[in-house]
């Protein structure tokens, strides 16, 4: 346990919110103690999840008895508590520079993709495999055409999103990555997130958090 | 002009994102040249505007030259320039619960019912006006549902989402709330959100920033 308390995470293997939150935990070597929320099982749904999370979303932090949603918000909640490694530059420009990465990841694609999201399309609009990949894709592109260029033409980017060591956007990045690769996205064409990408899986953080990492993945 | 340096905001003046932006100004009284990108005449599209933000989308805010995207990023950077008065709590635990309102909000109702998003789902999923209602209900509906019972059951809820004084948190709500009034939505049930409303149109900071007060605004 971390010195600065107990720490418990919500999450399920997949989630690529609670990807971000366990690599958030390895950067800054924080134990927590994992409880499995089964999406497609729906156990998000029941009233003892919904009194920790009333979003009935994963990942949920319980830190000391106190219980944070919304992944961002416990990535910088961790990093205030335990500012080493820092996910964040110091300056305010490089802090925006970073949270504006981070944001057109966590608000612009990934909750278009989200379960909740794919089941509403097909339950309630009628859309077929075919459809709700084109969806995805959609989202997706439009997401990582803007990512690409934007990092590419930044003298800021470095060796991660921001600089040489991973911040917040990496953070999100990543796990969107695996989630495009899931569905048989060809990237080739985002040369400067594969570079970040490749660079990520080459510290152990990023590599531990993946889903097929944790003790509740499935085979799929 | 501000003793911090030149500011211009690029918004619309029904974009709820920047919505947001212009009471996180008038909050703390930074003056800023307003630019009108027209959403539904595409000039967000424009290779010009596309040099300010690669993602297209608005609001952006361009300090000293730089240019920033994604509202909540651009008001955590206003509120690290200025902070006074500030925008969350000083308190990380505090901080935490007011970026999670936030994020509920900006990533899970928000996102979902932008323009690019009903337009794609007219065009490539043939939804019709009743369908692309009823998806804006949905997801409205899911979001307050969870964003009442967790205002209303908690200790830290005052006049406003935390405590007695606006956060990002407010910045967040109000703008979500006027778009669901846009829409005819029934906001009866939600009687912490509608007393939070109520507190933060009494201050101008809020009602100057109706997108009904913006000079780029058009009738319904």
Redesign the interface.
């Known amino acids: 346990m971390s010195d600065t308390g107990d720490f418990a995470l919500y999450g399920y293997f997949r989630s690529s919110a609670a990807f971000r939150v366990r690599i958030a935990l390895n950067l800054k070597s924080i134990k927590s103690e994992p409880h499995f929320i089964h999406l497609r099982k729906d156990q998000q749904l029941s009233e003892a999840y919904k009194a920790i999370n009333?979003?009935?979303?994963v990942p949920a932090l319980v830190h000391d008895g106190?219980a944070?949603?919304?992944s961002?918000?416990?990535i910088?909640?961790l990093d205030?508590?335990h500012p080493d490694p820092p996910l964040l530059p110091r300056e305010?420009?490089g802090?925006?520079?970073v949270?504006?990465i981070a944001?057109?990841i966590?608000?612009?694609i990934?909750?278009?993709n989200n379960l909740r999201?794919l089941r509403?399309?097909r339950h309630?609009?009628g859309?077929d495999d075919q459809?709700r990949n084109?969806?995805q894709y959609?989202w997706i592109v439009t997401?990582f055409v803007?990512?690409e260029?934007?990092l590419k033409n930044s003298g800021d980017t470095g060796r991660f999103c921001h600089g040489d060591s991973p911040t917040l956007a990496d953070i999100c990045l990543i796990p969107q990555m695996a989630n495009a690769r899931r569905i048989q996205m060809d990237l080739a064409e985002y040369t400067t997130l594969l570079r970040i990408e490749e660079a990520a899986y080459q510290m152990p953080a990023f590599v531990q958090a993946r889903p097929e990492n944790q003790p509740d993945a499935e085979k799929a």
């Open positions: 009333p979003q009935a979303l106190k944070i949603g919304q961002l918000a416990i910088e909640y205030e508590l305010a420009g802090r925006a520079r949270r504006q944001l057109s966590a608000c612009d990934h909750p278009l999201v509403y399309l309630a609009l859309a459809a084109d969806w959609h997401g803007a990512l260029a934007f």
